[in-house]
């Protein structure tokens, strides 16, 4: 079983950044796709940015050219730069890892989800 741990989130004001990681407890597949999800009070959650493991990456519209993810397949971590945070970033932010996607040994896992807070 794998656990993901997240760290990073806490309150920042508009403008300003925040980087989330997120690293998995045991060694993984080397056929995967690890993301950031997020969850708006009241909202549904969301796919904010993708990478696979040959590093291409995705993002919603929303953050593109705001925030940046990396990973580091090393370390099973997963990275996400939050730079010129708007108040509408604010959510829970989950990190996602999706093993062996289209595989009948696809597995998904979730983190336990992590505060960001965007004052204004």
């Known amino acids: 079983q794998v656990q993901l741990v997240e760290s990073g989130g806490g309150l920042v004001q508009a403008g300003g950044s925040l980087r989330l990681s997120c690293t998995a407890s045991?060694?993984?597949?080397?056929?995967?796709?690890m993301g950031w999800y997020r969850q708006p009070p009241g909202k549904q959650r969301e796919l904010v940015a993708s990478?696979?493991?040959?590093?291409?990456?995705d993002y919603v519209d929303s953050v593109k050219g705001r925030f940046t993810i990396s990973r580091d397949n090393a370390k099973n971590t997963v990275y996400l730069q939050m730079n010129s945070l708007k108040p509408e970033d604010t959510a829970v932010y989950y990190c996602?890892?999706?093993?062996?996607?289209?595989?009948?040994?696809?597995?998904?896992?979730w983190g336990q989800g992590t505060q960001v807070t965007v004052s204004s």
């Open positions: 996602n890892l999706d093993q062996r996607p289209g595989t009948p040994w696809r597995r998904a896992y």
């Open positions: 990478i696979t493991s040959s590093s291409s990456t």
């Open positions: 045991t060694t993984i597949s080397s056929i995967n796709v």
